[in-house]
């Protein structure tokens, strides 16, 4: 209700590049930060080592691999700045991922009017690629006591993004029984996504193909997977 009576304000902040890819060609990269707003800025920049759970929950440490500079920078209203990335690691044979969190800090003054300031956080992916960086973006399926199983993995030495993880179950009849598409997001090197569908006993019993399909930047992939008798009994 405060937020709604006094009116919330955020930053109008635009941001680019808003994914850093560093090489051995290429060690360091810029952002640039522009302030779009009206108001005078502060951020403060953090960095982080990133890998993900298999449930693709992002798993954060605080690093020094990654160096930037500035640290702290203000932005006046239509001021663009620049802040200058890169790590004090080699290149490995393997991609290291991190995340670089640009947060702002509160306004010096309070806001005009009694308006609530609400604090952004960007986090910038940063990805320090191999020298022959190849994703490989696989997809398996089982069914098992009425519960499928769906695992989106990366075999290969470098990230990749998925668009789009959907699954197509049909009867023995050819008919779709079951359509569902999964939340999809970034899968790190030698990363897995995993999903676990519950089917409906009604819809599992009909079942005789299930099919996975997995968009994403490196291509598509696909797996069918024949549902065997006795798969969607209760263990």
Same mark, same amino acid.
């Given at each position: 209700a405060l937020l709604? +009576?006094?009116g919330a304000q955020a930053a109008l902040v635009a941001i680019d590049p808003v994914k850093v890819l560093l090489t051995g060609?290429?060690?360091?990269?810029?952002? *640039? &930060? %522009?302030?779009? !707003?009206? /108001?005078k800025l502060r951020f403060q920049l953090s960095a982080?080592?990133? @890998? @993900? *759970?298999? =449930? !693709?929950?992002?798993?954060?440490?605080?690093t020094q691999d990654v160096v930037f500079f500035p640290s702290l920078l203000e932005l006046a209203p239509g001021e663009t700045r620049r802040v200058r990335v890169t790590t004090t690691t080699q290149v490995a044979p393997v991609? %290291? *991922?991190? %995340?670089l969190f640009v947060d702002e800090l509160p306004p010096l +003054?309070? +806001?005009? !009017?009694?308006?609530i300031r609400? &604090?952004? %956080?960007? =986090?910038?992916?940063?990805?320090?690629l191999p020298d022959a960086p190849t994703p490989k973006p696989t997809l398996q399926l089982a069914l098992s006591a009425g519960k499928l199983n769906v695992t989106l993995e990366n075999r290969g030495n470098a990230h990749f993004l998925a668009q789009s993880v959907r699954i197509v179950g049909h009867g023995a009849d050819g008919a779709s029984l079951l359509q569902q598409t999964l939340p999809a997001w970034y899968v790190l090197a030698g990363g897995k996504r995993s999903y676990e569908v519950a089917l409906a006993? /009604?819809?599992?019993?009909?079942?005789? @193909?299930?099919s +996975?399909?997995?968009?994403? /930047?490196? !291509?598509?992939?696909r797996v069918d997977y024949p549902v065997a008798a006795g798969a969607c009994a209760a263990p």
């Open positions: 709604l +009576a006094a060609a290429e060690p360091s990269k810029s952002v *640039s &930060l %522009r302030n779009n !707003g009206t /108001d982080f080592t990133w @890998q @993900q *759970s298999a =449930g !693709g929950e992002m798993q954060l440490t605080p991609e %290291r *991922s991190y %995340r +003054a309070n +806001a005009p !009017g009694g308006a609400v &604090l952004t %956080r960007f =986090g910038l992916p940063v990805f320090q006993p /009604d819809v599992c019993s009909k079942l005789t @193909q299930v +996975a399909n997995a968009n994403t /930047d490196h !291509g598509a992939t």
